[in-house]
């Protein structure tokens, strides 16, 4: 597990470049944490590095957002978050977001956990203050020390990996 | 005469109203005819029927709308909720001239729902069909007011935040949008951590009502020129609530912070359509989508409007909520399609409306 402290919307911003360079398609990311955490901020910030230009709204509504990246990478927005506690997940069509092509970007995955297979990357993102967040990230091994390499070189508050 | 089977199924009601084009014209996009009488009675008295049949119940089980869920619904529920229009109108079948539908933005499979059945009446009527973009149709439904284009019309629901420059008929430009998240968002989502029950926009606005707006000073730092941004709002309540947790606890100081928070979406989007109204020097002001129910809202957009002397139609409750009378309204100003062309058009989740249109600063 890797870990460390975000101290700022810049140090977010810095973080989402490094870990959007990590990432090849086909993917599953999650990002799991309380409202206001800034699971979307950090979803907009890994799109815009990948090429999305434009406005990346809240898909909370839609529940799903697709988008076209650099050299024709699809990239897919989805937030479960309408779907509530108790929801029976199996009723959203996942097999136009996890399409064996993609990089999928998955809010609230808790109420889908029944039907998501295990995520590639996943995020959780805590209250510190008003402004920094705790940062925890499961990845395979490989990628967490790379990852935690470069967040440090990047001045990046707290950085750890654990085994 | 021209009567328009309308159909609404864009996301959790089933909706379906009989519109009166006034004749095949109507597509001077000037905001209707003319003829029909008075500026206030000329739009509503096109609307012959308007029959919204939520699934509120449905989705409530699930604390929220499944996509399927609706899909089914809509299926069970859009034979009934046609029927009920054409009998609230008095018309048969016989006397429809077109039929008109949503295509989108929306849930996928519930456009799909119907689309497909506005197809197969048209089909077995031998009607035209017209397709009806979402957004088109709210800002359509002030035309029931007898408003003239050119217009500002913000549009503000659950998935949509949208400052319009209505040019002509259906024809617009996009002014400014949110950024992150939609009006409705900030409005369920404040409700929820303020612990409201779903669907949270309307108890919030209820809550609100017994507080006083100016108890908390949440921040009202905004993007620049006329997008909006409700993210941060959504967090700076987290914070006063995980900060103040026994003296929010008090209902009276519940509803002062609810007013307070409710303010703070209200002055952000009244601020920024009045100053669309004046940037573009345009005298009329208009609002549709489900936010346009509150209250507070409201009576604000009022004043506001009031005070710098321009005119300001707000539609009823009815009408600014989803419903299938504003696609009527929407397609009088837009061209029918004949067989067999109708029958190649499709849904769409997104917003091709706003993505080709460049956003103005």
Same mark, same amino acid.
């Given at each position: 597990?890797?870990t /460390? ?13 490094? =870990? ?49 990246g ?25 097999e ?16 889908? /956990? ?16 008003p402004?920094?967040?705790d ?10 020390? *790379? ?12 950085v750890?990996?654990?085994? | 005469?021209?009567?328009?089977l ?13 519109v009166?084009? &006034?004749?095949?014209?109507? @597509? ?15 739009g ?32 069970? !529920? @859009?034979?009934?909720?046609?029927a ?5 109108a ?25 689309l497909?059945? /506005? ?7 031998? !009607? ?14 002030s ?10 019309? =913000?549009?503000?629901? +659950?998935?949509?935040?949208?400052l ?6 259906v ?6 949008? *949110? ?15 303020? +612990? ?10 209820? @809550? ?23 993210? &941060?709002?959504?967090?700076? =309540? ?7 947790? *026994? ?34 020097? @345009? ?66 989740? /997104? ?6 249109l460049?956003?103005?600063?």
């Open positions: 597990m890797l /460390a402290t975000l101290t700022s919307p810049e140090a977010t911003g810095a973080f989402a470049r490094l =870990l959007a360079a990590r990432l090849a398609a086909p993917a599953l990311v999650t990002l799991r944490g309380e409202l206001g955490t800034g699971k979307t901020t950090l979803v907009r910030d890994l799109l815009r590095t990948l090429g999305v230009e434009g406005v990346v709204a809240s898909p909370s509504f839609t529940l799903a957002q697709s988008y076209d650099h050299g024709g990478l699809r990239l897919h927005h989805v937030d479960l978050y309408r779907l509530g506690p108790g929801a029976d997940a199996a009723l959203f069509a996942w136009d977001y996890l399409d064996g092509a993609s990089l999928t970007f998955v809010e609230w995955p808790e109420a889908g /956990a029944a039907e998501l297979p295990p995520a590639d990357i996943d995020v959780v993102l805590r209250h510190r203050t402004l920094s967040r940062l925890e990230l499961r990845a395979a091994p490989a990628i967490e020390k *790379t990852l935690a390499d470069a967040m440090i070189a990047a001045g990046i508050d707290d750890a990996a654990t085994a | 005469m021209s009567l328009l309308c159909i609404e199924t864009s996301c959790d009601d089933t909706s379906a109203a009989v009166d084009t &006034g004749g095949a014209g109507g @597509l001077d996009g000037a905001g209707g005819p003319e003829s029909a009488g008075g500026p206030h009675g000329a509503a008295a096109l609307i012959r029927s308007s029959i919204v049949s939520s699934q509120h119940e449905s989705h409530a089980a699930f604390g929220g709308v499944v996509p399927e869920v609706a899909s089914r619904r809509h299926t069970e !529920l @859009l034979v009934g909720t046609v009920a229009a054409l009998a609230d008095g018309v048969a079948w016989d006397d429809l001239e077109g039929v008109a539908v949503t295509t989108g933005p929306g849930l996928i499979g519930a456009l799909l729902v119907g497909a059945a /506005a197809k197969a009446i048209a089909y077995a009527r031998r !009607l035209p069909l017209t397709a009806v973009d979402h957004l088109q149709a709210h800002l359509a439904a035309y029931a007011l007898g408003v003239t284009a050119p217009f500002v019309c =913000l549009t503000a629901s +659950g998935g949509h935040t949208l319009a420059v209505v040019e002509r008929g024809e617009f430009r996009v002014a400014g949008r *949110t950024l992150d998240d939609a009006a409705g968002e900030a409005f369920d989502k404040g409700a929820r951590l303020l +612990g409201l029950p779903y669907p949270g926009g309307r108890e919030l606005d209820l @809550l609100a009502a017994r507080g006083e707006p100016s108890f908390v000073a949440f921040p009202r730092s905004l993007p620049q020129g006329l997008d909006f941004s409700f993210s &941060g709002l959504k967090t700076a =309540l987290l914070y006063y609530l995980r900060e103040h947790q *026994t003296e929010a606890a008090t209902e009276a100081l519940r509803a002062s912070v609810a007013a307070s928070y409710q303010e703070a979406i209200v002055d952000q989007l009244v601020g920024k359509t009045v100053r669309c109204a004046e940037q573009e020097g @345009l005298r009329r002001v208009a609002v549709g989508g489900g936010v346009a129910a509150n209250s507070r809202l409201r009576r604000r957009l009022t004043a506001a409007c009031r005070e710098r002397g321009l005119e300001v139609f707000i539609p009823p409750v009815a009408l600014c909520t989803d419903n299938a009378a504003m696609v009527g309204l929407a397609a009088r100003h837009l061209e029918p399609i004949a067989w067999p062309q109708y029958l190649g058009l499709d849904a769409y989740a /997104a917003e091709p409306a706003l993505r080709a460049r956003v103005r600063r």
